[in-house]
């Protein structure tokens, strides 16, 4: 199993309880929501774009909490948290080192908005410690990572891009989503800012739009005092709904992790699978980092159909995983990221990155695992003759 540089065992603790609000008035169990939007001016400053009404500050408090962070914001989508965190972190002028596989979303944000505010950037191997160092110029402020990456799950050695950030006077920021707070820390690494799309599996039940960042009290006063500008804020009911979800996180991405690496296993035997990318199988390529890195290897894993294998019949004849673009839910999903989040891309350019059309990506929910397991053989015998 991995190890890990601190304890993962309270977490579940942490999940149920931690920064749930006291219905000191009715004694009711759970938290009430506080969905006002306008609060007495003379007795509160409570104003939820403000990011301090009592139900985002509980969440932020639970979220914190995993993260081993100091202080988290809430916004309204887990763009919303990157475009604030980065907006409020560079000026004109200024420039980013951007890891080269990054969420798809993210890349249209920093191509095609950062442009217009005279932000510059640079996409490398970050991995590559020649191509980082020679990636850095003397307007360099923030190195922005994401580990697992999509749709091959990478895995950034987050110990050394901290060291690089700390040497050079850069803010290091991490797209946490694919690991969730269960299975890595980066705040324990030395990372500075840690981003969730909290519509993954903080909610997990893929019904709510969400997203988070965490770190130090300095640096989240910084994202607020720009962000409260921005006003990419999450709704009250929402936050709720979130508090609800994560205190099933620990068991949910617990099932599965174990779903997953037990697939991953089976799809790697399988004769008519012909890769398996998933960061638990010794062969994969960042497997030593991520032992050392990552308390559990996730619930997200890619593989390669054999040639002879049509992908969208395949996913097709499918009963119980659902052909869906998004992921981290506790229902089983498979999207090609050549059919999808990549199909805009040069088909070139795509296979380049390692993106072969008859790559799919599998989000492993939380059913049984003989069900997920007879679910992939059935279609695979089906299709593969
Ligand atoms: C989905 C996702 C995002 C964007 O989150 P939204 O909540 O859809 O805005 C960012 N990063 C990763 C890794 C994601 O999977």
Redesign the pocket.
Known sequence: MPNNNNNNNNKSTKCVHSGNLVDDKYYGNISPIYPSITYDFIKSDVYPRYFNTPNQIGVCKKISDLENAELSLLFG??????ATTMLSLLKQGDHVILQDS??G??INLVNTEFKKFGIEHSYVDVNDRKKLDSSLKKNSKVIYV?SP??PLLNIVDLSSISDFAKSNGLVSVI?N??ASPINQNPIDLGIDLV?H????YLGGHSDI???SVSGSKEKIEVIKSSGLNFGSNISEYTAWMLERSIKTLKIRVNAQNDNALNLAKFLSEHNFVSKVFYPGLENHKNHDIAKIQMHGFGGMLSFELNSSIDPIKFVSDLKIIKPTM???GVESTITSPALSSHKKMNPDIRRGLGISDNLLRFSVGIEDFEDLMLDLDNSLTKNGK
Do not use: V
Not at 77 to 82: E, M, P, V
Not at 197 to 200: D, V
């Open positions: 989508s887990g763009l919303g948290a990157i990054l969420y979303g993210t994401e990456s999509n797209d989503t694919f981003i799309s909290a519509t993954k739009l969400a997203g998004s992921l981290a």
